[in-house]
């Protein structure tokens, strides 16, 4: 830039009163150029940690926060269901009408056969108790519901045992579209996600879409599944129970003269199979469900699965607030059960007392390594950098070590008869643990920055308070502590933010009643798997940090950050 | 309070000047007393966590090595040692040449959203962990980067960058430009700039960031128990599993020596601190 700025003073070409460069160009244009040029040079230099950082770690966060509102295990789960209960009137009738039991079976049997039933019985279970064991329960008899049609009809038409005579039936054009939906529903289901360009081996014709459509359903997910999941030939294997049911509903629903759009031969078996069905019961899913589990037509069951049925949910968060959003809307459970909103005040009420007591003990130190020799600073300062210094864990087993009921500071008290060998002192596994050892963690954090605030305060305001007559308090109190107040908000508000996420130290001396809301979350994620309940904790103590640090962005401004 | 007390000080000024010291030495006390206790804990001849009776006779059969010896003989915990330094440097060296050269882009003079980027390059210092645990937990697993040497590397280095961008920074503040432009007048390419010029004045930033982003790696455990496997256990990890379950003094031992760890990393800051200010024309204090 500053070439181009010399030369083109010098060559200016006349006349037209615009400066131009060595090569003629306006001088204007070539410095705007130089200036792009350098913008760009800077961004391609901050570009690869932008790229990385966002990859790394900004994406997981936004990965988080969306499974913190996602829900869609039970769309995938159950999607025939799903759409079903969109006809369904609550006003009429407390559970949904036949129909939508009927597609409860085909979608259940499939989500069996992938062993993800349990699953969605896991998440339901979060809303309501009973139903994890709900889907366990049905999942195991699913395969029995109407043996006498499928066993009718294997009777009467042996044919149906081929796998090849299946394909030569359910075979035709026209119905691409309708199995690569099915396609898309088996593999979500199933969640599979490998060799998923194998080719399937099997088509579904209009003409069978039109006069079989539970069966072309069924069969559609069934051959999917034997290609994707057990990776075998359609043609092959016998078809599971489902669409043998599946074929006896069609096939009770319509005239033995639709028949004739089959080949005569297919024709003919499935008359046989029609006839073989007119000596059984036609089928009643709704009892077929409430004999397996009577909670099946408990309207309490369906209301949970009508209001978790939408792709998102703000369930997660309502739980991660205790509130409750039941048919009189939106509630706060009973004191006495409210689980989360204790935790979050419990977090924020220790992080206030860990940064009161840090502060109480970082001034006075701060103070008196600003107002030494440089030498002995430098000295105390060591002393202050070496916790800082120091793992994490090594200062939390040290505190472990010497807070124990048969430990230093214990055994020490009875040493010196303070204390008898019985009354023991409890400092460890509750709520005075974590205040102290975390006050010891984060207290380097408030001494750096009341320390570099108060290097900067002339002791000249001091002298000149007391050369007015004030004495040492006034002159303390009235003109140097509020000095010193930037000092103690961005020391406060950095101490709180990392007090409130802690983690580590918690879970290591604060027993049951010192655990902060990171426990919780850690729970959430490794033991009990809810993993949508710690997203939504998670995503409020991001909010909390994130304001909290705009008010430290306010203050200090975190180009200010410094590091010891 | 600086000077000693003036002759005309009043009794309880003097009485204050005294008692403000004894309760900074007590602070003082608090802050290192707990980090001092273990060193002498880790020589214990038994298996308490606690000072024995042969101990405190100063009796040399109170003492020994058998934690030490422990500690390097057993495969757990030299597993966990190896798996820290395959894991500390490689996430130092990607934080650091990465957070570098992002410094250097954000020092110069026309960046534009400045500062929102820094927000964003800043962030992994500021959310909580067990946030950016939870997050890249669920994130790794579906890339499959859960369990692995890799996803671990990456989840540390992306931890330790902001404390690169800060250290550098802040030297690249007192950086004068007329330097470069220097070296460019006579006929050096950027590049050489770079390596003769730029990057020999902001070394002492460059490696107390790596300092820091070694540490932040070495020290991580919350993100490593959520990301990693039982393959990539390193030393915090053991330790914080060891400490739940009150296995061994042995983790006294390992204490004592990450102790004298950073008592060397401190030295090595406070060294690199005094020369860059030599060198930059500072007084040193």
């Known amino acids: 830039m500053s070439s181009a700025q010399l030369t083109g003073m010098d060559m200016a070409t006349p006349d037209d009163g615009v400066m131009r460069a060595a090569d003629g160009t306006p001088l204007k244009r070539r410095l705007a150029r130089a200036l792009r040029r350098e913008k760009l040079r800077s961004f391609m230099l901050i570009a690869p940690l932008l790229f990385f950082i966002i990859l790394s770690f900004l994406l997981p966060i936004a990965d988080m926060l969306f499974r913190s509102v996602e829900n869609q295990i039970v769309e995938n789960t159950i999607p025939r269901t799903v759409v079903d209960l969109g006809q369904w009137d609550t006003e009429q009738s407390d559970v949904p009408p036949e129909s939508t039991f009927e597609a409860l079976y085909y979608d259940l049997f499939t989500a069996v056969e992938a062993r993800r039933h349990t699953r969605l019985g896991q998440r339901l279970n979060y809303e309501l108790s009973g139903m994890s064991s709900l889907f366990r329960g049905t999942g195991r008899d699913l395969d029995n519901y109407r043996e006498d049609d499928v066993k009718a009809l294997e009777d009467a038409a042996p044919a149906l045992d081929d796998g090849a005579f299946w394909v030569s039936m359910m075979g035709g054009d026209g119905g691409g579209a309708f199995l690569e939906r099915r396609k898309q529903a088996v593999v979500t289901v199933a969640d599979i996600r490998e060799g998923l360009d194998t080719p399937l081996g099997f088509t579904i014709g209009k003409g069978a879409i039109d006069l079989l459509p539970r069966t072309s359903s069924a069969y559609a997910d069934w051959g999917v599944f034997t290609v994707f999941a057990d990776e075998d030939a359609v043609a092959e294997e016998t078809p599971w129970e489902a669409v043998f049911v599946a074929l006896a509903s069609d096939l009770r629903a319509l005239d033995v003269a639709e028949l004739s759009v089959f080949d005569a031969d297919i024709a003919e078996v499935l008359t046989d199979g029609k006839i073989a069905l007119e000596a059984i019961t036609p089928p009643d899913f709704a009892a077929l469900f409430e004999a397996s589990d009577a909670d099946w037509v408990e309207p309490e069951t369906w209301r949970i699965f009508e209001k978790f049925s939408s792709r998102f949910t703000g369930g997660y968060y309502l739980s991660a607030i205790d509130a409750d959003s039941a048919a009189e809307g939106f509630q706060l459970m009973p004191e006495d059960e409210r689980i989360y909103i204790k935790l979050f005040i419990r977090t924020i009420w220790m992080s206030l007392l860990i940064t009161v007591s840090t502060l109480v003990l970082g001034y006075p130190i701060a103070y008196l390594m600003s107002h030494t020799k440089r030498s002995t600073a430098n000295l105390l300062m060591i002393l202050v950098l070496l916790p800082f210094w120091t793992s994490l864990l090594v200062r939390t087993s040290a505190w472990k070590v010497l807070l124990q009921q048969q430990g230093v500071i214990n055994d020490f008290l009875v040493w010196i008869n303070l204390i008898d060998d019985a009354g023991r002192l409890v400092m460890i596994n509750n709520q005075l643990g974590t205040i102290i050892a975390m006050t010891h963690i984060l207290l380097p954090f408030m001494i750096l920055p009341l320390y570099s605030v108060m290097q900067t305060i002339s002791p000249s305001y001091v002298r000149a308070a007391k050369s007015m007559g004030a004495n040492d308090w006034t002159a303390f109190w009235r003109v140097y502590f509020p000095n010193t107040i930037p000092g103690i908000g961005a020391g406060a508000i950095l101490v709180f933010i990392l007090a409130i996420g802690y983690y580590i130290t918690p879970e290591l001396v604060g027993g049951t009643q010192g655990v902060f809301i990171s426990n919780r979350i850690a729970f959430h994620i490794s033991s009990s798997l809810n993993w949508g309940l710690a997203a939504a904790l998670g995503a409020i103590l991001l909010l909390l940090v994130l304001v909290l640090f705009y008010c430290y962005d306010k203050i200090v401004g975190i180009d200010n950050v410094k590091l010891g | ?285």
């Open chain 2, 1 to 285: 309070m600086a000077s000693p007390l003036p002759p005309y000080a009043s009794p309880l000024q003097i009485f204050w000047y005294y008692a403000f010291r004894v309760i900074c030495g007590l602070i003082f006390f608090f802050l290192v007393f707990p980090i001092l206790t273990i060193i002498p804990l880790s020589f214990n001849a038994q298996d308490f966590f606690t000072f024995t009776p042969e101990m405190l006779r100063l009796d040399p059969a109170g003492y020994s090595f058998k934690h030490y010896i422990d500690f390097f003989t057993n495969p757990d915990w030299q597993q966990a040692l190896r798996n820290s330094f395959l894991i500390a440097p490689m996430a130092t060296i990607l934080a650091t040449a990465l957070g570098t050269l992002a410094a250097i882009g954000l020092s110069q003079s026309h960046v534009p959203a400045r500062s929102a980027i820094m927000a964003i390059l800043i962030s992994p210092m500021i959310v909580p962990l067990i946030i950016s645990a939870a997050g890249m937990y669920f994130f790794y697993a579906r890339l499959g980067l859960q369990g692995t040497y890799w996803g671990v590397v990456l989840a540390h280095a992306a931890l330790g960058t902001p404390f690169v961008i800060i250290t550098v920074t802040a030297t690249l503040v007192g950086f004068d430009r007329s330097l470069t432009r220097a070296a460019a007048s006579m006929g050096a390419d950027p590049v050489t700039t770079f390596f003769k010029v730029q990057m020999p004045l902001i070394l002492p930033g460059v490696i107390s960031g790596a300092l820091f982003a070694f540490i932040t790696s070495f020290d991580e455990v919350v993100v490593i128990i959520f990301l990693g496997s039982a393959e990539q256990q390193t030393l915090p990890w053991q330790m914080f599993t060891g400490l739940r379950e009150q296995i061994s003094p042995t983790i006294l031992a390992v204490a004592t020596i990450m102790v004298a760890l950073s008592i060397l990393l401190l030295g090595t800051l406070e060294y690199i601190r005094r020369r860059s200010e030599r060198m930059r024309g500072l007084s040193p204090s």
